[in-house]
């Protein structure tokens, strides 16, 4: 298993501002992903984070809105900048466990960002 | 386009009852299919896990099972309780990624 914490839990925004949130896990993990779950919504992926190289982002996320780095096996961080309401999400670091070729997911309890 | 879809409305059961949830996928063919189950404000929780080749797993109280033919996966808890009051996901894995796609969510009722 995995604990995995994020930080922060929530803020509150100001528009054109950036944040960064933070994703610690427990143990050493190969990959972490990015999600983020708009209001009543399921969970759409932003990117993965591999350590040691650059952050592959999903269609309709790029590399200068929302920026990672993973500087080793336990640590994350997203930034979302330049935020505008529409960035009021949850956002939820993930990383998985592995059995054999399968693996469960791993979350963060989530960052609840609010922008003005 | 690819799409995973679930029971876009609450499902309200008595407890005691067993509940039926559906996850319907197009255009994906997944090696694993597994289950999530999200509280309010808290991150998804693991629940199960079922290979391509696999009909049926279960794990105390649920079950669940996968067509690939029908492209479809039901998610069963018997003798349901208030305590299982929570959104259920379904999310697919394609053999060789590593990334998990999410389905819509049901969101489930149970009422003493």
């Known amino acids: 298993s995995a604990v995995i914490s994020q930080k922060p839990s929530r803020d509150i925004c100001q528009r054109g501002t950036s944040l960064t949130i933070q994703c610690q896990v427990d143990s050493q993990v190969t990959m972490m992903f990015w999600y983020r779950q708009q209001p009543g919504q399921s969970l759409t992926l932003i990117a993965t984070?591999?350590?040691?190289?650059?952050?592959?982002?999903e269609s309709g996320f790029v590399i200068d809105k929302f920026p990672i780095s993973r500087p080793n096996l336990t640590f994350s961080t997203l930034t979302v900048s330049n935020m505008s309401p529409e960035d009021s999400s949850i956002y939820l670091c993930s990383a998985p466990v592995y059995q054999g070729d399968t693996g469960e997911l791993f979350f963060g309890e989530g960052s609840r960002l609010t922008v003005l | 386009s690819q799409k995973i879809e679930q029971n876009s409305e609450a499902l309200n059961i008595q407890e005691g009852k067993t509940a039926t949830l559906t996850c319907n996928y197009t255009?994906?063919?997944?090696?694993?299919l597994q289950w999530y189950r999200q509280d309010p404000g808290r991150g998804p929780v693991f629940l199960l896990l079922i290979r391509e080749n696999e009909k049926e797993k279960r794990k105390e109280r649920l079950k669940v099972t996968f067509d690939t033919t029908l492209k479809q996966s039901l998610f069963h808890i018997t003798a349901s309780q208030p305590a299982d009051s929570a959104t259920y996901l379904c999310a697919l894995q394609v053999g060789g990624y590593q990334k998990v796609t999410f389905g819509t969510g049901t969101k489930l009722q149970v009422i003493p």
């Open positions: 255009n994906y063919s997944p090696a694993y």
């Open positions: 984070a591999n350590q040691g190289s650059e952050a592959t982002y």
